[in-house]
Every structure is written in C-alpha cells, then in structure tokens.
C-alpha cells in the first residue's frame, strides 16, 4: 500500500503531466486519465471510469477539471480532489500566461497556424478513441437502453438541432427512471 504522502504526489504528478502535456479539452484528457488511473495505477476500475466519465461529461464546467476532481476524490478523499484539481488547472494557466505574453507575435504566424491545425487533427482522433471506447463500455452491458440513448440523442444534436441541456436532462431523467425499475426488480441493486 502506498503511504498516503506518495500517493498525493503520484496524484498530482499525474494530473499535471496529463494535463500540461493535452491539447484539445476534456474530451482528449478522459483517456489520458484512463491509461493511468485504471490501466497503469489500478485505482479505478473499468467501469468505474465510464461512469465518473459520464458524470463529469454531464456536470457543468470543464470536463478536465470535473474529471480530475471525481477521481481525486475516488483515490484520495476531499485532499485527492484539490490535489488533482491544482494539478489539472496549473499546466493550462501556466501556459496560457505565456502564451499570452506573444501572442500577438506569433498570431500571423504559417508556422503556428500549421502547428494548429495538425493538433486539431490530433484531438479528433482521441476524441473518436473516446467515443469508441465508451462504446465498447455499453456494448459490454449487453442492454438496449443505453445504445438507443446514445443514437437518439447523437441524431437530436445532429439532426434535429435540440438544446444540449435538454438532452443531458432527459438522459438524466431516463437514467434514474432505469436504475429505479432495475433496482425494483433486482431486489435494491442497480
């Protein structure tokens, strides 16, 4: 077991690094934290990941920073939570502050701009890698639900040009009433 000191530090050494070294938002972070947190660390599980995932997609503000903060509080408690919050927000203020500084040097810049533009290609791919794994997540649940959830409200944002906020409140909405139904019938377990 680790000392919980040691622990502290792996945790914001670890959010610092993913976060200073992770262009593109949250969506490019989740499985940044996913390699390290459940695939090299083993503090979370599989699943577990999925659903703080979901939570932090679905709280507002940035989904780096809810990320980080539910599972600093999963590893470490409310002292996790700040821990991996300071190592989320530091890279980004940092960088930003410098950038800030020239940015009106380097604004016109081929060179930059070309630099922008392979990141952004770079940022869809994970972003697909995200999709991609939390959808192999569901089809692991061998449940209808959740897949039609996830094409229905894919084709309101795309198709039909429905308010983000709500989808996310119906989501919510047919989430609880499942996982009241399922705990109905399984006894009390979700």
């Keep these: 077991m680790d000392h919980p000191r040691s622990k502290y530090w792996k945790l914001f050494i670890s959010t610092f690094q993913l976060s200073a070294c992770t262009f593109g ?3 490019v972070i989740i499985p940044l934290m996913r390699k390290k947190f459940v ?21 507002p503000g940035a989904i780096a920073v809810n990320a980080s903060i539910l599972v600093g509080y999963r590893v470490g408690g409310p002292l996790g939570a700040l821990i991996t919050v300071l190592g989320t927000v530091l890279p980004p203020l940092v960088i930003i502050s410098l950038v800030s500084l020239c940015y009106t040097a380097v ?5 930059v701009s070309m630099v922008m533009a392979g990141m952004l290609a770079g940022v869809g ?7 991609l ?3 192999k997540g569901l089809t692991k649940q061998k ?4 897949l039609a ?7 309101a944002v795309r198709f039909w040009d429905v308010n983000i906020i709500v989808i996310i409140l119906v989501c919510g909405m047919i989430g609880a ?10 006894g009390g377990e979700a």
């Design 133 to 135: 794994n939390m959808l």
């Design 125 to 131: 791919a994970v972003i697909c890698d995200v999709v």
């Design 149 to 155: 959830v996830l094409v229905l409200s894919f084709a």
């Design 143 to 146: 449940r209808l639900l959740p």
């Design 25 to 27: 938002g949250g969506f």
């Design 107 to 111: 604004r016109d810049s081929v060179i």
């Design 177 to 186: 009433a499942d996982t009241l139904l399922r705990m109905k019938k399984g």
């Design 39 to 59: 695939d090299e660390l083993h503090w979370i599980e599989e699943q577990e990941m999925l659903d703080l995932t979901a939570i932090a997609q679905s709280s």
